[in-house]
Each structure stands twice: as C-alpha cells, then as structure tokens.
C-alpha cells in the first residue's frame, strides 16, 4: 500500500469522516461499513494490514497523543478499576475465549487457540468514548474506559508474544509466562518515565515553540522503538508512561508549544483514527480468500465467540466493582459502590479495534520446526469476525443503553463553580502581583487601570456561567464576545483588503492574523 492507493485511502477515509460528523453518525463504525462494502468492488486495491506498519506508525502516536490529553491525576485516583480492566480482564478474556476456540473449532490447538484469545482480548476506546463525550458520560467512567485502552494494548501484546512463542514451539511454565509479563511490562514502565524525564528536561532547555513541538512528534516513535527493539520490553507501555508525564508537565512547557501540540495531534488522530477503521472494513475480501476451510462453519464459530468476548467483559466487569468493597470496608467507605448502571454501560463498550487485526496479521507463518503455523488462517478471520462484530454491536447500541439507563454525569456546575472559585484567587493574585509592580508612573497608570480591569472582567465571566441558563447569554460577558468577535470580523476584512490591494506585505498581513485567530480563539471557547 503505497502511493495513488494510499492517498485515496486517506482522501476517502476523511471525506467520510466528514460525512459522518455532518450527519451526527458514529465515524468509526460509519468507516467500518463503508470498508466493508467497498473491499468486494472491482478494481480496489489490496489494503491489507502491515503489522509493522500498525505497530510502528500508527499505533505509538495514537497512545501518545490519547495520554498526553489524558488526566494523569485522574488516572492514578481510578488506577484500581483501570488495572482490573486492562490487565485483568485481558487475561480472562484471553483464557475464555481460548477455551471456547478450541473447543470450538476442529483441528485448533489449544495454544493457537490462546493466540487467537490474546489477539481478540483488547477493547478499542475510540468509538466508546467518542459515544460518551457526547451523551455526557460521568467523568470517572470515561476516565476508566479511556485508561483501559491506554493500557490494554500491552497487556495484550505481551500475552500475545507469550502465545505465539509457546506456540511455534518455545517451552514456559506458568510462572515462568507470568514473570516474563510482568518483567516486559515493568521495563516499558520504566522506559516510559525515563524517556518522559529527559524529554521534559530538553523542552524546558529548548524554549523554542516550534523545535518543541517538532521533537515532540518524535517522542512516541522514538520511544516505542527503544523500548520494543533495543531493551524488549513493552514499547506500548512505555509511550503511554512518557505521554502521560509529559502531559501532567505540559504548564512548564511555552504557551506556544502548547498550543502547536494540541493542534497537532488532533489533527493527526483524526487522520489515524480514519485511515484505521477504514482499514478494517477493508480487510474482508483478503480475510475470506485467504482461508481454505468451509466459511460458514467458522463465520458461525466467529458469531459464538463474539458472544463469549461479550459476556466474558459483563462476568468480569460486575464482580470486580462490587466485591472489593464487600470484602473491605476501607475500600468501602472511600469509595462507595456505584449503582448496577454504572457498571452496564462500562460492560457493554468492549468494541475491538484494528489492535486486534494487526496482531493476528504478525502471527508467524511457520513454527520453529518449519511447520505452518496451525490455524493461523482461521485465527484472522475469527479475529475480524470478532472486531467487526463487536464494532457494529456496542457501537449501534451504545448511546441506547446510556440513554435507557440514564448514566449521566452532572459535572457542570461543579466544572463551573471551581473554575470560578480558581478564576477568583487567580485575578486576587495578578491584582496583588500588579500591585507590587505599579510605581506610581503615570506613563503606567493607564495600563495598570486596563490590566486591572481585565482581570476582574475574566473573573466575573465565570461567575455568570453559573446563573440561570436563560440569562446567561445577556450576561456583559457574552455581550462583549459577541460585539468583539463582529470588530475582528472587520478588522480582518481591512487587513485582507490591505493585502489584495498590495498595500501590506503577506508577511506582514499572516502575522496581524495570527493575532486576530488567537483572540478569536479564546473569545470562542466559552461560546
């Protein structure tokens, strides 16, 4: 996939992007059908999965940028529900869907059929937490579904590479598979911090907005390829760690690297996260010819084993936030239990992603002895079975069930309260700062007076989100936006007209619209 067909793919994976946020649609699971439909039309290319390419390229930014945005103080309050989600119930999936496989498929061993457990056992995030941000999920459930995509993917992995090698022929006990887990996911922890400790240290020494952002882009790659190719340990692990940190040290970082990075990333997700569910609608034509056993005995065993990832998550999702606290009381009373819905909707967003197919694509095609790897072909197509499966039912249904069951969250006083309480203490203290600077100059004293002023007016702006929805919008505050924002207005049609008339340089005219964008970007976020 290189070339023409790669810029199609891009081209068309955004355009119905676009189309699907037009419409209020679901992008991934809308890019998921369309890949499906279009992979049986003459003349599309080949887009197989490159494991390497999912792996390398796509896969290590995804992580970063989701970590970098993430709350790291929010996901070490939650990191006991994250820890039973994204280690623990990627081995019972592992181990439920291996025993159902090979009971289930004729001629499948039983280590194959752990493969294809670790392959399936890892939920994507993406489509779920798109779902929730816009239904108004509580904060701690998105928090929980977001830090268990963060860290799922290795523990996958590593109970991937654990499978695999016991399958083409390497002999592990059982303690001796669980210290190697445990070893790789530890080293990719440390590798993680390390990496994030000097990358921070180099951004403060750099000062540059741009070289930040620049070497910035790097880091996921950089780190990824150090953790998994020169130290073997969990590259996946590591990125999440160094995204994390560098994300919780971000206010140390320039305002205008900041600002770069997040425009970057998000740009960059919405390309990544187009170009892969597209990728695994397109992956039906070359999952089906590729294997030789009758198709609708396996695609009927693909349905049952969809319905056992299913149910394994519900097993394991309601005992593990319900028991802990009937056996601890401490544990009770700092955090009491949570009613029976909470838990539903965390049950039912289990959708597998393209983690899942690039792993079943890395499978080996020999074993140590030279030998076809055993089902490799069947594990595949019981791998897309389950990822398509998955996507299409909790993605279909899940805005139902937060609705039907009515799990919403009720934040925005709350947000709203203590950004006005921290928008207080903030003006107190530039006021007192202000103070301490003012000597008396007149040549300052009108400055000292407008500085005061905006202070003040940023501070009572945020005590007015609080009033009655009705009267918010004739507040002073919003009032001024509005009548700043029509001022930009003209006053960029004057710079544009100075522009085309030649009267300004385009040198000149980008950087007073630098200025225009950045106030009206911050004139926009509260509207």
Same mark, same amino acid.
């Given at each position: 996939?290189?070339?023409?067909?790669?810029?199609?793919? !891009?081209?068309?994976?955004?355009?119905?992007?676009?189309?699907?946020?037009?419409?209020?649609?679901?992008?991934?699971?809308?890019?998921?059908?369309?890949? !499906?439909?279009?992979?049986?039309? @003459?003349?599309?290319?080949?887009?197989?999965?490159?494991?390497?390419?999912?792996?390398?390229?796509? #896969?290590? @930014?995804?992580?970063?940028?989701?970590?970098? /945005?993430?709350?790291?103080?929010?996901?070490?309050?939650?990191?006991?529900? &994250?820890?039973?989600?994204?280690?623990? =119930?990627?081995?019972?999936?592992?181990?439920?869907?291996? !025993?159902?496989?090979?009971?289930?498929?004729?001629?499948?061993?039983?280590?194959?059929?752990?493969?294809?457990?670790?392959?399936?056992?890892?939920?994507?995030?993406?489509?779920?937490?798109?779902?929730?941000?816009?239904?108004?999920?509580?904060?701690?459930?998105?928090?929980?579904?977001?830090?268990?995509?963060?860290?799922?993917?290795?523990?996958?992995?590593?109970?991937?590479?654990?499978?695999?090698?016991?399958?083409?022929?390497?002999?592990?006990?059982?303690?001796?598979? &669980? +210290? %190697?887990?445990?070893? &790789?996911?530890?080293?990719?922890?440390?590798?993680?911090?390390?990496?994030?400790?000097?990358?921070?240290?180099?951004?403060?020494?750099?000062?540059?907005?741009?070289?930040?952002?620049?070497?910035? #882009?790097?880091?996921?790659?950089?780190?990824?390829?150090?953790?998994?190719?020169?130290?073997?340990?969990?590259?996946?692990?590591?990125?999440?760690?160094?995204?994390?940190?560098?994300?919780?040290?971000?206010?140390?970082?320039?305002?205008?690297? $900041?600002?770069?990075?997040?425009?970057?990333?998000?740009?960059? /997700?919405?390309? =990544?996260?187009?170009?892969?569910?597209?990728?695994?609608?397109?992956?039906?034509?070359?999952?089906?010819?590729?294997?030789?056993?009758?198709?609708?005995?396996?695609?009927?065993?693909?349905?049952?084993?969809? !319905?056992?990832? %299913?149910?394994? $998550?519900?097993?394991?999702?309601? @005992?593990?936030?319900?028991?802990? $606290?009937?056996?601890?009381?401490?544990?009770?009373?700092?955090?009491?239990?949570? $009613?029976?819905?909470?838990?539903?909707?965390?049950?039912?967003?289990?959708?597998?992603?393209? *983690?899942? =197919?690039?792993?079943?694509?890395?499978?080996?095609?020999?074993?140590?002895?030279?030998?076809?790897?055993? +089902?490799?072909?069947?594990?595949?197509?019981?791998?897309?079975?389950?990822? *398509?499966?998955?996507?299409?039912?909790?993605?279909?249904?899940?805005?139902?069930?937060?609705?039907?069951?009515?799990?919403?969250?009720?934040?925005?006083?709350?947000?709203?309260?203590?950004?006005?309480?921290?928008?207080?203490?903030?003006?107190?203290?530039?006021?007192?700062?202000?103070?301490?600077?003012?000597?008396?100059?007149?040549?300052?004293?009108?400055?000292?007076?407008?500085?005061?002023?905006?202070?003040?007016?940023?501070?009572?702006?945020?005590?007015?989100?609080?009033? @009655?929805?009705?009267?918010?919008?004739?507040?002073?505050?919003?009032?001024?936006?509005?009548?700043?924002?029509?001022?930009?207005?003209?006053?960029?049609?004057?710079? *544009?007209?100075?522009?085309?008339?030649?009267? &300004?340089?385009?040198?000149?005219?980008?950087?007073?619209?630098?200025?225009?964008?950045?106030?009206?970007?911050?004139?926009?976020?509260?509207?």
């Amino acid at each position: 996939m290189h070339g023409l067909p790669l810029i199609a793919l !891009l081209v068309g994976s955004l355009a119905v992007t676009a189309l699907a946020r037009r419409i209020g649609a679901s992008p991934p699971l809308v890019l998921v059908v369309v890949g !499906l439909a279009v992979s049986f039309v @003459p003349g599309v290319p080949d887009y197989a999965i490159d494991p390497d390419l999912v792996l390398l390229l796509i #896969l290590p @930014p995804l992580l970063y940028s989701a970590a970098l /945005d993430s709350s790291y103080l929010r996901f070490r309050d939650n990191l006991r529900p &994250i820890g039973l989600l994204a280690v623990g =119930l990627v081995l019972f999936t592992t181990a439920a869907v291996g !025993l159902a496989a090979w009971w289930l498929v004729p001629g499948l061993p039983l280590a194959s059929a752990l493969v294809l457990g670790a392959v399936v056992s890892p939920p994507d995030a993406v489509a779920a937490t798109a779902v929730g941000r816009r239904l108004g999920l509580p904060r701690r459930v998105m928090t929980i579904l977001a830090g268990e995509s963060l860290l799922n993917d290795a523990t996958a992995l590593t109970a991937f590479r654990v499978a695999v090698a016991v399958a083409v022929g390497a002999s592990y006990t059982v303690w001796q598979g &669980i +210290g %190697v887990f445990v070893l &790789i996911a530890l080293g990719g922890a440390v590798v993680g911090w390390a990496v994030g400790a000097v990358m921070h240290r180099i951004r403060l020494l750099l000062r540059d907005g741009v070289l930040e952002s620049a070497v910035g #882009l790097l880091v996921p790659f950089g780190t990824f390829l150090l953790a998994e190719e020169a130290l073997h340990v969990s590259g996946v692990t590591a990125v999440v760690v160094a995204g994390l940190y560098l994300g919780h040290r971000a206010p140390q970082a320039g305002p205008a690297q $900041r600002l770069q990075e997040e425009a970057v990333w998000k740009a960059a /997700d919405t390309v =990544l996260e187009s170009l892969v569910f597209a990728l695994i609608g397109l992956q039906l034509r070359a999952v089906v010819e590729g294997v030789d056993s009758p198709l609708l005995p396996l695609l009927l065993d693909g349905v049952l084993l969809v !319905l056992v990832v %299913v149910l394994a $998550r519900i097993v394991w999702v309601f @005992p593990t936030t319900y028991v802990p $606290r009937w056996l601890f009381r401490r544990l009770r009373e700092r955090d009491p239990s949570p $009613r029976w819905q909470v838990p539903a909707v965390i049950s039912w967003a289990g959708m597998r992603g393209v *983690v899942t =197919l690039a792993a079943a694509f890395a499978i080996p095609l020999v074993t140590n002895t030279g030998a076809p790897f055993p +089902g490799r072909e069947e594990i595949i197509l019981l791998a897309f079975v389950v990822t *398509v499966g998955t996507l299409l039912l909790h993605g279909l249904t899940l805005p139902t069930v937060i609705r039907r069951l009515d799990v919403r969250g009720h934040e925005d006083f709350a947000d709203a309260l203590a950004e006005a309480q921290a928008q207080t203490a903030a003006a107190q203290a530039a006021a007192a700062r202000l103070a301490e600077l003012d000597d008396g100059n007149p040549l300052t004293r009108h400055a000292v007076a407008k500085l005061r002023y905006m202070a003040e007016s940023r501070s009572n702006a945020a005590w007015e989100r609080l009033g @009655p929805v009705e009267e918010v919008d004739r507040t002073p505050s919003v009032a001024f936006r509005r009548l700043r924002m029509q001022m930009l207005a003209a006053e960029r049609e004057v710079f *544009v007209r100075y522009r085309d008339e030649r009267r &300004i340089d385009d040198e000149v005219f980008r950087r007073v619209q630098r200025e225009l964008d950045l106030e009206d970007s911050m004139l926009r976020r509260d509207t």
